[in-house]
């Protein structure tokens, strides 16, 4: 299975994408299939050339979470379904899929803990009003 993904260049904390077209079981720095754009995340730009990625779409390649949102910021799977696509200039600078779990899951946690922490005075109440009855 195609998959079209990320690939990892630039130095240490300087972060640097590839979009690629990838084998689903090759590893982050194997050999591509094709190349599609690129992605600086630190600079929130996108380069994508169009005609490779319909073209890797229209054979059934799959896309990761992440592609799929730059695809989707940059109107791309807006034009590949038939539809006029725009470019959304702050999609990058705000939100991530990744960012967007993180949240998620910790907003999660402290509701897990505060439920917990609720439920523990309430069971030594009752234990403290049985041993007053005693």
Known sequence: MVKLRLTRLGK???P???????????GR???ALGYIGTYNPLHSSVDIN??????????????????EALFRSQGLLARWKGLEGNVKENALTTDKPKRRRKLAAAAAAPASEAKASTEAPAEEASEETSGESE
Request: hydrophobic content about 35%; proline content about 0%.
């Open 12 to 14: 240490k904390k300087q």
């Open 16 to 26: 640097f994408y590839r979009i690629v077209a990838m084998n689903s079981t090759t």
């Open 29 to 31: 720095q194997g050999q």
């Open 50 to 67: 169009e005609e490779n990625a319909l073209l890797w779409l229209n054979r059934g390649a799959e896309m990761t979470e992440t592609v």
